[in-house]
């Protein structure tokens, strides 16, 4: 069974959560399963091969499950990009609406060498607002961003669309 198949068989629906309306995509059955998870970071290494990586840039929390493993297989840094308030060292802020609500994300000012080629990572691609605020953090460090890389794309809410501004390399390995 292709990996899109077997994300799809595990991912659970749960409805109006965290608010009445959203149909949120649980991803943790995934992570009960081992050899899908390694699965998993395969893919997402295969579908960014043709791409210039320095850094994998992962967002929290859900980014931070797969981020690590994927930056590790193509031996590059990674970096965490964080809600606002929960990082340590100096740090540089953007604000952003979600499908659910509004946020600050943020990461370190020494985050990103001037130049460097980031793959930004997160579970789950929606309106791709928060993408977009950690593609705005990224430019502001003097990074460019190379492409996205998510497990799962709510096709129907057009992020790919909004992502085109920036790059139009925007994987993912189940699109709904
Ligand atoms: P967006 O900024 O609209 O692309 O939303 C993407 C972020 O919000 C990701 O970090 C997702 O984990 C989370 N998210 C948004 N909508 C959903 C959903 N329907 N199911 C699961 N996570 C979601």
Redesign the pocket.
Known sequence: MIVASKIKNVVRD?IDFPKPG??????TPILKDPLLCADIVIELGLQVKGLKVDVVAG?????FLFGPQLAQLLKVPFVPIRKEGKLPYKTIKQS?????GSAVIECHEDAIINGQHVLIH????????????ATKLIQQLGGAVTGYSFI?S?DF?N?KKRLAAYSDQVFALANY
């Open positions: 749960v959203i149909v949120f995509k649980d991803i967002i929290e929390s859900r980014g952003y609406e979600l499908e659910y997160d579970d789950l691609l929606a309106t791709g607002g928060t993408v977009v605020a799962i709510l809410l992020g």
